[in-house]
């Protein structure tokens, strides 16, 4: 009860004179509350009628940030420091904000220029081991991002071929089989493979020239090669071919 009484002592008397620093006051009771939204809003016109308050400024970057508004909270406290770029509370508010946002680049500039004003601060170890730990990250996503796209170079160098299958001198099954392509380039692979490192359609061997057979049992393992084209792990589903 004592807090909503001061609280709303604290709006009569900013209402009845919006253009006094009393906004300031109006404004921390808000945040001690949690009550961001109002917070901000009172700041917001209080600047209006004081546009050249620092103290309002730093004010509304700190609410921002502890509601978890970080981009507009960066915007807000890097006008802090353009103005004084020596003011200590707002370029800790600023490194807080940059640790917020995971840039450990700005971060880190910002702890180097802070560490040089305030270099008492028990918080800056804290402030360090979580720069530490978005360094660590930063490079372990990078890995993580080189070893995908090395694996997706190495399967877009595969080539693929159509291995036969015989039994009793009869095609019964032709099966999909992924290699790199630079070991088969300018290699001529023999009926019935085909290499999309050639880029060449199967030639028909001799003993598939008799009639329909050498026909159908082409077409068909050229029309399931191309299927497994977008994949090249895939392996072609088993097809009979009578003779």
């Known amino acids: 009860m004592a807090d909503d009484s001061r609280l709303n002592d604290l709006k009569l008397r900013w209402e009845q004179d919006p253009g006094s620093r009393l906004y300031l006051q109006l404004a921390d009771e808000y945040r001690k509350l949690e009550r ?42 890097e006008n802090v420091v353009a103005r004084d770029p020596t003011h200590m509370v707002g370029n800790k508010l600023l490194l807080e904000t ?15 220029l802070y560490r040089v004003l305030n270099d008492r601060d028990p918080e800056i170890e804290h402030y360090e081991y ?19 796209q090395n694996r997706e170079e190495w399967i877009s160098g595969l080539s693929v071929l159509a291995a036969p299958v015989m039994v009793g001198g009869r095609l019964i099954a032709a099966v999909a089989v992924a290699l790199p392509a630079a070991r088969f380039a300018g290699i001529a692979v023999g009926w019935p493979f085909m290499s999309w490192a050639s880029g060449r359609k199967p030639t028909t061997s001799p003993m598939a020239k008799r009639a329909s057979f050498g026909k159908s049992m082409e077409s068909a393992a050229f029309a399931q090669i191309s299927a497994t084209r977008s994949c090249p792990m895939k392996a072609l589903a088993p097809q009979s071919f009578a003779m």
């Open 36 to 77: 961001y939204a109002e917070a901000i809003e009172v700041l917001t016109k209080g600047l209006e009628k004081r546009p050249s308050d620092l103290s309002g400024l730093v004010a509304l970057g700190r609410c921002q940030l502890e509601a978890a508004e970080l981009d507009t909270a960066a915007e807000t406290l």
């Open 98 to 112: 940059y640790l917020g946002l995971g840039d450990a680049t700005r971060a880190g500039e910002r702890l180097d």
């Open 130 to 148: 979580r720069l530490r730990g978005l360094r660590s990250a930063e490079v372990a996503s990078a890995r993580e991002l080189g070893y995908a």
